[in-house]
């Protein structure tokens, strides 16, 4: 059997990797894929972008394909899985009126509000004018929002008013972020720690995965501008077995039974970012739908269960007939960077290193904006690697992580190097 995966980032690098040790499957075709999924056993990529469609329906029909997953949220936006269901073909994620609870940040936090799940307050606006006087009269900081999917940067935290007015600007006015900014919304800053909970639905029972953790902000000390995530760890320290219960209950449980209600059944990854406040309060601050990067790679290396089984459990409504099996061990992915990410940054530098990391003992390095140059890996993207260990603990997972990517580099190579610090501090108290 031959699944297929669309999407190039280390997402889909880390589930291509996955889906090929199971036995049942023959084949993993990843479109359009990039150089680590190219050098991947049992895998090869096909260059269709994810958005063609028609195209992967066309591939997935001439290959036979048994399973597609998708992998980014744009073709899920797009409606690529009500496409493929229509042609009668096996894909797994939401539909395209359920990935609005991705694509339409209005639409989720009103969705939200009106089956009280536990978010940010908020306010939505189409006119730039009224934007502009409500920020007037608020107190500081706010989070200003693009609606639409804008590749995990429409996120702004304004410090102040003039920050706020220029974002709103940006945003509205000038474009920035294209149709996503048509309208936006202007949300309370929420303090505390941001941890992901990421489960598979299939319309009815939800399968919680292991949690996680990822670090949105550029730079060390969780500072910088927010980027799509500068590495991930997984477990989390902070999702006590009492908060995961909470989370299930008071959001996981309540989105997936709304959206079936509402005549929208959800199938597929959801992943809900929370905000969990200094009283240990959860908050959803987005969801999307999909699996997260990079939270995905060090997901990836702690699970033992079949992936495709899982889908397959997901797509025939099974999901309460089955459990995943997860090593102990803690994983701890970093994201190796351009330099100006998630601003411009240079493409097309020779990667070097890379042949010393095919084989690590303890871990793997997944790709993400790669591509091949005459046999010669190089970047294409912000975000080009993801080194990922595996450690008894987060601080050991983090010494094997980084002692992994120490020989891998290229001109202008970038990477933050504290990924892990705050469950570190954690582990080394409790400890005490």
């Not at 693009?146 to 974002?167: E, F, R, W």
């Not at 992915?333 to 095919?358: F, Q």
């Not at 871990?363 to 595996?390: E, I, N, P, S, Y």
Request: contains cysteine; glycine residues 8%; charged residues 20%.
């Amino acid at each position: 059997m031959k699944v297929l995966i669309v999407g190039s980032g280390g997402r889909e690098h880390a589930l291509a990797w996955k889906i090929a040790q199971s036995k049942t499957i023959t084949e993993v075709i990843v479109a359009p894929g990039n150089a680590g999924t190219a050098q991947e056993a049992k895998v090869h990529n096909i260059p269709i972008d994810p958005l063609a469609i028609e195209d992967l329906l066309g591939l997935a029909k001439r290959e036979d394909i048994y399973l597609t997953i998708i992998g980014p949220e744009a073709p899920l936006a797009a409606g690529i899985v009500d496409r493929f269901h229509a042609a009668g073909l096996r894909c797994f994620g939401p539909t395209q009126a359920a990935a609005q609870l991705e694509s339409s940040k209005a639409f989720s936090k009103d969705f939200m509000q009106r089956h009280n799940i536990p978010t940010a307050a908020y306010q939505t606006f189409t006119e730039l004018n009224a934007a502009l006087d409500y920020v007037a009269d608020q107190s500081f900081p706010l989070v200003i929002k693009a609606d639409g999917l804008a590749a995990g940067k429409g996120v702004i935290i304004a410090q102040n008013i003039a920050q706020a007015n220029q974002a709103i600007i940006n945003i509205m006015r000038d474009d920035a972020f294209g149709q996503a900014g048509q309208q936006i919304i202007i949300e309370e800053f929420l303090t505390g720690e941001e941890v992901s909970f990421i489960v598979m639905s299939d319309g009815e029972y939800i399968l919680p995965l292991v949690s996680s953790q990822d670090h949105k902000a550029r730079d060390n000390g969780d500072q910088g501008p927010n980027t799509g995530g500068m590495g991930a760890y997984s477990p989390a320290p902070i999702m006590t077995p009492e908060l995961h219960q909470q989370v299930l209950t008071d959001i996981m449980i309540p989105t997936i039974h709304a959206m079936r209600d509402e005549g929208h059944p959800y199938t597929g990854f959801l992943y809900a970012g929370l905000m969990i406040s200094a009283t240990g309060q959860p908050y959803v601050l987005e969801y999307n739908c999909r699996f997260g990067d990079p939270e995905a790679q060090p997901m990836m290396l702690r699970l033992m269960t079949d992936l495709v089984s899982l889908c397959d459990a997901a797509l025939n409504h099974q999901l309460d007939k089955i459990q995943a099996e997860w090593t102990e061990q803690t994983a701890l992915g970093v994201v190796l960077a351009c330099e100006g990410y998630p601003g411009d940054y240079p493409t097309g530098e020779p990667i070097k290193g890379l042949s010393e990391h095919n084989n690590i003992p303890f871990g793997k390095v997944f790709h993400a904006g790669t591509t091949l140059a005459k046999d010669q890996v190089v970047t294409q993207g912000g975000r080009v690697l993801c080194v990922t260990a595996l450690g008894e603990t987060v601080e050991q997972a983090h010494q094997n992580a980084y002692q992994a990517l120490q020989t891998i580099t290229w001109p202008s190579i970038y990477f933050r190097t504290d990924i892990g610090h705050r469950a570190i501090a954690r582990e080394q108290t409790d400890s005490q």
